[in-house]
């Protein structure tokens, strides 16, 4: 029999850098348990998911309020022989502390009616307050393992007293790999949004982000936060003159490069809005003929990874955005907002084309970071030979950690 697993997902239905994620995790249980592995996981889409991930999907959001999908997740994860709560980093008080409430009843319940229930490399965002520490604490001891994408997201669980073992791995992401039919569907898209394969291949692409908007360790999602009446903006002017820099420094990439901009929106949710980004910036550019957006979500999760493997390099504040370069064999550069963007390129060697996202803001550290482009496009083949060599071997050991610590699927266990 065919092992049954209920996967929960991260914002996969609306953000391209979660649709990785579990693309790279439904790889890894199918290597574990079987190609023929039953997995079942969550979307606002399903029968688009269906399509793209070759797996079954309930219809419900991944983050579902509704009492409703309550139940018949609690039914499905009754039904199962596993659990597997992936994903990028649910577990974090930056944002807001009511979601690491939310996670904690949901996972305690589904802890009540599997207790094969296993945390799948995730990230342990930035939290600032003991309250958020200990409610990570409660939610993580309720999973039987706990796999994180990085070292240090397990020293912090180590160090906040959890009980549940936990082990280090990488982010599942990597797993991911273009074919070629994806390129030739990916290319027909863009044709018809005006996007020519000659402007493809002679780009920079660019995954940009709203940052400085958030109210720090505040109590309600920012989601939710910014529909109320009486809501102010956090810090507008940062935020504002985020735009306005990156702009400017889009405008010297040009200058330096002479090439075109290729703007690709990671998260299309409303409340993250990067594709209404993507338009600011290129309406704050001088160059802006030579920018082009990529509109709506018609591209699936392989077809993006195709499009990023055209570009000539690319410049991330979204992480996931510079993770697929990275597997592409695109050089990278990425201004990170929270750790997780810096972890992951010193895991790969390349902290010197990292910086944070502060900096920005900061015009005279504009030609740093030029500097730093230029050096990665001289060096764009040694710097990613560097970069599939520790892939390789990052991948092998998601692989072997599974495997080692994961227990064999029910039926290896009823022929023993």
Known sequence: MATKILLLNSDSPFNRGDRAILAGNITLLKQQFGDD?????????????????GIEFLNMGVQSLSPIDLLILLR????????????????????????LLYWWLKIRLLSW??????????????????????????????????FTRDQESADKLTQWGCRTPILAGFDPAIVCQPTPTDTESMLNKLQSSGISRSDLNNSIGIGPRHWFHYQNSGWLPHKYRHKLPWSRKIDPKAASQLIEEFAHYLDQLVDQQQRNLILLPMHMASSENDQGLCHQLRDAMEHKHRVHVIEGDELSPSECLALIAHTRAFVGMRLHSTILATVTETPAQVFYYVDKGRIYFEQLGLSGFSAPIESLLERQQHPKHLAAFQQLMEQGDSVCHQSQQVLTQMRQQLTSILAEHLPDSPTTEQHR
């Open 37 to 53: 592995s039953q997995i079942t996981a969550l979307s606002n889409f399903p029968e688009r998911d269906q399509r793209w991930f």
């Open 76 to 99: 499905k994860a009754a039904a199962v022989d596993f659990v597997f709560w992936g994903g990028g980093e649910f577990l974090k008080d930056y944002t807001n502390k009511l979601g």
């Open 113 to 146: 009616v599997n207790p094969k229930l296993f945390g799948l490399f995730q990230g342990i965002g930035p939290t600032h307050s003991q309250f958020g520490r200990g409610l990570i604490r409660r939610t993580v001891d309720c999973c039987s393992l706990f």
